[in-house]
């Protein structure tokens, strides 16, 4: 069993920097790929970005391309979203993501644990 916790937010004005982190305890963590989604509030959950178990693959979604950064380090077990350039827009709830399966993914339903969440907000 992996245990995630989220760690890091807070609240930023627009055009700060924020960066969350991801504790794993349990299971293999250096061999899962890793994934970061957020939830606002009314709206569905939606993938953010991902970062392969070395860190050789990473993948954005468009709305955060350019302005987040995911990294990990698996002897710390965890895994981080740096976050620049922040938008009102990004305000929500964010949850890290642990996925087994081989071939790295954006879909929910394919990242088998799940953190908590941490809140981030963005203040106009």
């Known amino acids: 069993q992996v245990q995630l916790v989220e760690s890091g937010g807070g609240s930023v004005q627009a055009g700060g920097s924020l960066r969350v982190s991801c504790s794993a305890s349990g299971g293999a963590f250096s061999s899962y790929t890793m994934g970061w989604f957020r939830q606002a509030p009314g709206k569905e959950r939606e993938f953010l970005a991902l970062?392969?178990?070395?860190?050789?693959?990473?993948h954005y979604a468009d709305s955060v391309k350019g302005r987040f950064g995911i990294s990990r380090d698996n002897a710390a077990h965890t895994v981080y979203l740096q976050m620049n350039s922040l938008k009102p827009e990004d305000t929500a709830v964010y949850y890290c993501?642990?996925?087994?399966?081989?071939?790295?993914?954006?879909?929910?339903?394919?990242?088998?644990?799940w953190g908590q969440g941490t809140q981030v907000t963005v203040s106009s």
């Open positions: 970062i392969t178990w070395n860190g050789g693959i990473t």
């Open positions: 993501a642990a996925d087994r399966t081989i071939q790295p993914g954006t879909r929910m339903t394919q990242y088998e644990y």
